[in-house]
């Protein structure tokens, strides 16, 4: 099993910076990509950023050129630079793996990022 803890959600005000990131332990060798995805109240799962095994990355377009996902072999950690934030950014963010084995997909158990106006 691989396990995922997230760190560093808060509050900020508009055009500031956080910075999450999530450390993944357990089965982690089955990993393919990790991400980061958002839900904000009464919307759906959003992909934000996605990073693979390869360093290949995908953004959404809301966040790109803001966003910056980035990996740490090393720490086994995933981490999303978040600058110029919005309000329209706030959420709860979760970390997602993809595995090529089952569970094809842990989450998570989110963060909170709040941005005031």
């Known amino acids: 099993q691989v396990q995922l803890v997230e760190s560093g959600g808060g509050l900020v005000q508009a055009g500031g910076s956080l910075r999450l990131s999530c450390a993944a332990s357990?089965?982690?060798?089955?990993?393919?990509?990790m991400g980061w995805y958002r839900q904000a109240p009464g919307k759906q799962r959003e992909l934000v950023a996605v990073?693979?095994?390869?360093?290949?990355?995908t953004y959404a377009d809301s966040v790109k050129g803001r966003f910056t996902i980035s990996r740490d072999d090393a720490k086994n950690t995933v981490s999303l630079q978040m600058n110029s934030l919005e309000p329209e950014d706030t959420a709860v963010y979760y970390c997602?793996?993809?595995?090529?084995?089952?569970?094809?997909?842990?989450w998570g158990q989110g963060t909170q990022v709040t941005v005031s106006s």
């Open positions: 357990g089965s982690i060798l089955n990993i393919n990509a």
């Open positions: 997602n793996a993809a595995r090529s084995t089952r569970p094809f997909e842990v």
């Open positions: 990073i693979t095994i390869r360093d290949t990355t």
